[in-house]
């Protein structure tokens, strides 16, 4: 069975496209090699290191990249997961798949630090939702 390629892109690197290279490991990390990158390169979000252990996925060891870096590289998705990122994604070489998902950026949330802890939270969720359907729909197209 062939490794498939997948680059999560959202314009930081710090929270949405951190998460979903996490579930993606997660969930199929032998069906998928994974990577995320942002238009611009920050820092992991302390929040989005939070919401993901109390699921049980440690970010801490990931870093923020910008996509410079993965540019040469063949992918088989590029999966954009804000729409700043949607519109500054580049080209890629060969037949790479290009997906969009749009969810609200988590480190732009307000209030108290609970509060921007429940956004991140309801990101996190949603992310790990619409990972579950891709799967599922990649399995139903590949039997």
Same mark, same amino acid.
């Given at each position: 069975? @062939?490794?498939?390629?997948? *680059?999560?892109?959202?314009? /930081?690197? &710090? !929270?949405? &496209?951190?998460? !979903?290279?996490?579930? *993606?490991?997660? *969930?199929?990390?032998? %069906?998928?090699?994974?990577? $995320?990158?942002?238009?611009?390169?920050?820092?992991?979000?302390?929040?989005?290191?939070?919401?993901?252990?109390?699921? #049980?996925?440690?970010?801490?060891? /990931?870093? +923020?990249?910008?996509?410079?870096?993965? =540019? #040469?590289? %063949?992918?088989?998705?590029?999966? @954009?997961?804000?729409? $700043?990122?949607?519109?500054?994604?580049?080209?890629?070489?060969?037949? @790479?798949?290009?997906?969009?998902? $749009?969810?609200?950026?988590? $480190?732009?949330?307000? #209030?108290?630090?609970?509060?921007?802890?429940?956004?991140?939270?309801?990101?996190?969720?949603?992310? /790990?939702?619409?990972? %579950?359907?891709? =799967?599922?729909?990649?399995?139903? &197209? +590949? &039997?």
């Amino acid at each position: 069975m @062939t490794t498939l390629r997948v *680059l999560f892109l959202c314009t /930081h690197n &710090s !929270a949405r &496209s951190q998460m !979903a290279e996490g579930f *993606l490991r997660a *969930l199929a990390g032998d %069906r998928f090699d994974v990577a $995320s990158a942002g238009t611009e390169a920050t820092r992991v979000h302390p929040l989005a290191i939070r919401a993901m252990e109390e699921v #049980g996925i440690d970010l801490r060891g /990931h870093t +923020s990249k910008t996509i410079d870096a993965f =540019l #040469g590289e %063949r992918w088989d998705y590029v999966i @954009t997961v804000c729409d $700043s990122a949607n519109e500054r994604c580049p080209m890629f070489p060969g037949g @790479t798949t290009r997906i969009h998902w $749009s969810f609200d950026d988590p $480190s732009q949330a307000a #209030g108290t630090e609970a509060d921007r802890l429940e956004k991140c939270r309801r990101i996190r969720d949603e992310i /790990h939702a619409k990972l %579950r359907e891709w =799967l599922a729909d990649q399995e139903k &197209s +590949s &039997s």
